[in-house]
């Protein structure tokens, strides 16, 4: 009877212990950075072509998270409208599922109003459509999901090379099987500056998931170089 009691203790540990360890456990505040170098170049007058590399870490900006290759062009219609679009590679490491490949495009249109001497405002919509796993899983059903980013931006003219700036958008999700709903807002608070043929773009960024139970709360540490040649 005794050596009975002893079995079924080490049969129920061993039952708790794979239960707590197969529960997710969400993370509510994480740190991260995100480094990425572009290069752009003109193609025809008013015409840019742009090709951009990001690395992206989360957990205390020790683990990889997202490998990305990005390529578009730019147009300028005039002083204060630009049209763009561009083709995403991500390599996403995810945090708690297996890896996976994205695969996205998006379109652009940018509208610029000067507010004074030195401040501007910039609006983006931007339309992007994203298929994950899109080569793996040919001929089944695609996991697909489509979102509106609606930024504004404030630039302040500082001096001949220094544009501080400060930014906030959100993400309106449309994915099957959901209603489309806003699910995340990210805000910026960075300064833009020329440097010979490099601009630089360095910020403080702060990402929040929006209606879930219990939201991420991601700050990183944004650095951008753009070679332009």
């Not at 794979?18 to 740190?31: F, G, I």
């Not at 401040?119 to 080569?135: C, D, G, I, M």
């Not at 440097?195 to 960024?205: L, T």
């Amino acid at each position: 009877m005794f050596s009975l009691k002893r079995l079924l203790l080490l049969l129920l540990t061993c039952f708790l212990q794979s239960t707590l360890s197969a529960q997710e456990v969400k993370v509510t505040r994480d740190l991260g950075t995100w480094w990425s170098a572009s290069v752009e170049t003109e193609l025809a007058p008013r015409w840019k072509f742009q090709a951009e590399h990001q690395l992206r870490t989360y957990g205390n900006g020790l683990v990889l998270d997202d490998a990305i290759v990005d390529v578009g062009v730019k147009h300028k219609v005039s002083k204060q409208v630009k049209l763009s679009g561009a083709l995403r590679f991500t390599h996403n490491a995810r945090r708690r599922l297996d890896s996976e490949n994205k695969y996205r495009y998006n379109v652009d249109a940018h509208w610029t109003q000067p507010v004074g001497d030195r401040v501007s405002l910039r609006y983006r919509l931007r339309h992007e459509q994203e298929y994950t796993n899109l080569l793996e899983v040919l001929g089944q059903t695609l996991d697909v999901e489509s979102k509106f980013r609606h930024r504004v931006k404030a630039f302040y003219e500082a001096g001949e090379t220094h544009r501080p700036y400060v930014s906030v958008e959100l993400h309106r999700l449309t994915k099957a099987f959901r209603t489309p709903s806003f699910s995340q807002m990210r805000m910026h608070l960075g300064d833009n500056w020329k440097a010979g043929n490099k601009q630089w773009d360095v910020s403080i960024g702060y990402t929040r998931e929006l209606q879930v139970p219990h939201p991420l709360n991601f700050v990183f540490v944004f650095t951008r170089c753009n070679f332009e040649l």
